[in-house]
Nanobody, 124 residues
């Protein structure tokens, strides 16, 4: 079955860290780029980060640059999003998606499939 499934997330205090995982099945990571997007309550979806299918190149939204790191483990067919220095405005449901673009700016227009998402809440 072709799917991506997120895990991780939860509640963290401002300044804390969390790691999200995206387990891919039905295809390998060298086939499609994998990205993360998020949707905060009452706000539009936002592309957050991408990692390429070939050369490990990455892209980040300005809002998370320097705080979030995307990586992948080909042996586990899994992509990770390490989130550090979290802020209350990072609170959102985070989804991973398979895509054919390498820009977070048009990730939402080029998603092939995506998961149900995991809630990340940043609050004291």
């Amino acid at each position: 079955q072709v799917q991506v499934v997120e895990s991780g997330g939860g509640l963290v205090q401002p300044g804390g860290s969390l790691r999200l995982s995206c387990a891919v099945s039905g295809f390998t990571l060298d086939y499609y780029a994998i990205g993360w997007f998020r949707q905060a309550p009452g706000k539009e979806r936002e592309g957050v980060s991408l990692i390429s299918s070939s050369d490990n190149s990455t892209d980040y939204a300005d809002s998370v640059k320097g705080r979030f790191t995307i990586s992948r483990d080909n042996a586990k067919n899994t992509v990770y999003l390490q989130m550090n220095s979290l802020k209350p405005e990072d609170t959102a449901v985070y989804h991973c998606a398979a895509t054919v673009t390498m820009s977070t700016k048009d990730l939402l227009e080029h998603m092939l499939l995506w998961g149900k998402g995991k809630l990340v809440t940043v609050s004291s």
